[in-house]
């Protein structure tokens, strides 16, 4: 039963992994490939490519454990677990607070208050999202120090004086785990507060445009009820994958393989696979080069041989 299990999770796996590769791998090329012919770039699609860059990463490192997990656990030594561990702290690291950038950047550009400071955080949006994202670095040291210290106890726990090694061992142990809930939980709030505060600018202008006695889908109504769905789906894919990594986390040292370890990691590879496609559908030139992409597909089924090249025709529509 449990085989049969397996197979089915390792299907589930595989189809997300490949599908997570291939959103984010389209937002990095149609990106780049409009950044080369306009030789610049938006802050948006800056963070949207680095976003996806990070969750490549993460799937690959998502993927190497599975594999080292549940189909060859002789491939997981200490040194493997330990590299596999640090690429997992950094691509998450990158991943989660790309994300809250993205949201803080939906905020501050659309949402509209009388604050005057406010006023002045829109106004210096691009600077504030990238103090936001440099700061944060300062949780990935203090996370990956831990790391270190952490494997380093490991390997000399049976040296010297064994009871305060295991003091030592479990004082590391709980540091590591409480760094991880903060560096989790502290951006899942600030991505939670701007959607918040992003309803609340919604509710106030369809007050506004109510008294006015203009109707309520005008555009400012349409981009932020798109942004709200964008981060709403963020938020509560992210819940499903902190509660996955908290349980993989606290037994990552103790790694069991079974049925219900192979539900969770399952799920870890939801969050960066399906999210991806959420941000191609809520961005108009993504969703516009997807849309193109498909209709290429569709006419290259359909025709007999010859070679046909997708992405050459899809660039020229000047859709990008």
């Known amino acids: 039963m449990i085989s049969l299990l397996g197979n089915i999770f390792s299907i589930l796996a595989m189809t997300e992994f490949v599908l997570g590769n291939f959103a984010n791998v389209f937002i990095a090329l149609v990106n780049c490939i409009d950044w080369a012919k306009k030789q610049k770039i938006s802050c948006t699609d800056g963070i949207?490519?680095?976003?996806?860059?990070s969750r490549i990463a993460l799937l690959w490192v998502i993927s190497l454990n599975w594999y080292a997990t549940f189909i060859n656990p002789d491939f997981y030594g200490a040194e493997v677990r330990t590299t596999v561990y640090i690429a997992w702290v950094v691509s998450n690291h990158f991943s989660l607070w790309f994300a809250t950038g993205l949201s803080i950047l939906y905020l501050l550009k659309i949402a509209n208050f009388s604050s005057l400071f406010f006023h002045h955080l829109k106004w210096k949006a691009v600077r504030v999202v990238l103090t936001v994202l440099l700061g944060t670095s300062v949780f990935l040291v203090f996370h990956?120090?831990?790391?270190?210290?952490e494997v380093k106890v490991q390997t000399n726990a049976y040296e010297g004086n064994l009871t305060w090694k295991t003091k030592l061992r479990d004082i590391v142990h709980l540091s590591n785990k409480t760094i991880f809930t903060f560096a989790n939980f502290i951006p899942f709030t600030m991505s939670l507060t701007a959607?918040?505060?992003l309803l609340f600018s919604l509710w106030r202008h369809l007050k506004k445009m109510q008294l006015s006695g203009k109707g309520s889908r005008d555009a400012?109504?349409?981009?932020?009820v798109r942004a709200m769905q964008t981060m709403t789906s963020f938020l509560l894919l992210f819940v499903i994958y902190f509660l996955v990594q908290i349980i993989s986390v606290w037994s990552f040292y103790t790694v069991e393989i079974n049925s219900d370890g192979m539900v969770f990691e399952t799920l870890g590879f939801l969050y960066p696979s399906s999210?991806?496609?959420?941000?191609?559908?809520?961005?108009?030139?993504l969703r516009q080069a997807i849309l193109s992409l498909l209709w290429q597909l569709r006419c290259c089924l359909k025709e007999s041989g010859g070679p046909c090249v997708i992405w050459q025709k899809t660039m020229s529509l000047g859709k990008l």
């Open 275 to 285: 999210h991806s496609f959420i941000l191609i559908w809520g961005n108009k030139k």
């Open 144 to 149: 990956l120090a831990v790391v270190s210290l």
């Open 48 to 53: 949207l490519t680095a976003l996806a860059v």
């Open 195 to 197: 959607l918040l505060l």
């Open 220 to 224: 400012s109504t349409k981009v932020h």
